[in-house]
């Protein structure tokens, strides 16, 4: 049973300001649709059915875009533009379910993870980071592939990319014991650090937002102090679970876009707009005439 998925959404978004003074950083748009609309289409395509937003005040836009808009929709009806209703309309499949749930205070992405404990209950679950927008531009997602991978194998999965060495101090590391692990491969993993100095790091293999879990970390998160810069970080939790049970580091394949930053925000934006019908051919003849 893999159903459900926690985003934390809870972040300032500093690093994207002023855009996010007052609205959210994850309702920033990535062509015609905010970044938590990309991630939870990525979550809904890969089989997840009930998730679970970690909320803060002054995100509820989050909450609403998800919502039915009934003036819009009553509107866009009367004026026969059906296409774009059926946009705002199918923001969330029928058979899909959104619950949020607050964090109170900034405590860390564990502690993040650990405010959904009493909606995740028993159940093996995903967590995504929703800065991090995944762009499998051919073929199957590599979400999708990494539930597929649990569902066969049972093992929690935890999605990695090879990241040059001078940016391992940003990132989860992990370390697969010198294992190759090409894109499309997973590994076991025997050991994980956070954000360490780039002579510490263990490996390149940088952990991109995207996790299947066993229930078990739930109990592991209460028990974990704070780490890294002073917070409860969901690193440290899964460390102590690989002394108990197998985690795999998976390699992605697709391409990462940090969208919680400025530039990944933009070069998001260009790739995903370069192939997006409504944009696609404008924007590639633009780019040729700026290239100065
Ligand atoms: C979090 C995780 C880190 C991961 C990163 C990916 O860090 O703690 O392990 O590599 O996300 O974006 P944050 O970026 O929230 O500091």
Same mark, same amino acid.
């Given at each position: 049973?893999?159903?459900?998925?926690?985003?934390?959404?809870?972040?300032?978004?500093?690093?994207?300001?002023?855009?996010?003074?007052?609205?959210?950083?994850?309702?920033?748009?990535?062509?015609?649709?905010?970044?938590?609309?990309?991630?939870?289409?990525?979550?809904?395509?890969?089989?997840?059915?009930?998730?679970?937003?970690?909320?803060?005040?002054?995100?509820?836009?989050?909450?609403?875009?998800?919502?039915?808009?009934?003036?819009?929709?009553?509107?866009?009806?009367?004026?026969?533009?059906?296409?774009? /209703?059926?946009?705002?309309?199918?923001?969330?499949?029928?058979? &899909? @379910?959104? =619950?949020?749930?607050? $964090?109170? +205070?900034?405590? !860390?992405?564990?502690?993040?993870?650990?405010?959904?404990?009493?909606?995740?209950?028993?159940?093996?679950?995903?967590?995504?980071?929703?800065?991090?927008?995944?762009?499998?531009?051919?073929?199957?997602?590599?979400?999708?592939?990494?539930?597929? /991978?649990?569902?066969?194998?049972?093992?929690?999965?935890?999605? &990695? @990319?090879? =990241?040059?060495?001078? $940016?391992? +101090?940003?990132? !989860?590391?992990?370390?697969?014991?010198?294992?190759?692990?090409?894109?499309?491969?997973?590994?076991?993993?025997?050991?994980?650090?956070?954000?360490?100095?780039?002579?510490?790091?263990?490996?390149?293999?940088?952990?991109?937002?995207?996790?299947?879990?066993?229930?078990?970390?739930?109990?592991?998160?209460?028990?974990?102090?704070?780490?890294?810069?002073?917070?409860? +970080?969901?690193?440290?939790?899964?460390?102590?679970?690989?002394?108990?049970?197998?985690?795999?580091?998976?390699?992605?394949?697709?391409?990462?876009?940090?969208?919680?930053?400025?530039?990944?925000?933009?070069?998001?934006?260009?790739?995903?707009?370069?192939?997006?019908?409504?944009?696609?051919?404008?924007?590639?003849?633009?780019?040729?005439?700026?290239?100065?």
């Amino acid at each position: 049973m893999l159903s459900k998925v926690v985003i934390p959404v809870a972040g300032l978004g500093t690093r994207v300001l002023p855009a996010s003074k007052a609205i959210p950083k994850e309702m920033l748009t990535v062509v015609d649709k905010p970044v938590i609309q990309h991630v939870v289409e990525e979550a809904i395509e890969a089989g997840f059915r009930e998730i679970i937003l970690v909320t803060r005040s002054g995100k509820q836009a989050i909450e609403d875009h998800f919502d039915h808009h009934y003036e819009l929709e009553h509107e866009l009806t009367r004026k026969g533009k059906h296409d774009l /209703r059926a946009a705002v309309n199918d923001t969330l499949p029928d058979d &899909v @379910e959104i =619950v949020s749930v607050r $964090q109170p +205070q900034a405590l !860390g992405l564990g502690h993040a993870v650990l405010c959904a404990k009493h909606v995740v209950g028993d159940e093996d679950f995903a967590v995504i980071l929703p800065d991090m927008v995944i762009d499998n531009p051919d073929g199957q997602r590599d979400l999708t592939a990494m539930a597929e /991978r649990y569902r066969a194998t049972g093992k929690g999965q935890i999605m &990695v @990319e090879s =990241v040059p060495q001078e $940016q391992v +101090q940003r990132y !989860g590391i992990v370390d697969c014991g010198g294992v190759p692990v090409g894109p499309g491969e997973a590994a076991e993993i025997r050991g994980m650090v956070e954000k360490p100095a780039a002579e510490d790091a263990p490996s390149n293999l940088a952990i991109v937002g995207r996790y299947i879990l066993p229930a078990r970390v739930m109990q592991l998160l209460q028990e974990t102090q704070p780490g890294a810069g002073g917070e409860i +970080q969901l690193t440290d939790a899964l460390l102590t679970l690989t002394h108990e049970a197998p985690l795999e580091a998976f390699n992605m394949r697709g391409r990462v876009y940090d969208c919680g930053n400025k530039a990944g925000l933009l070069q998001a934006n260009v790739a995903l707009g370069l192939r997006h019908a409504e944009t696609g051919e404008a924007l590639r003849e633009f780019l040729t005439t700026i290239n100065w």
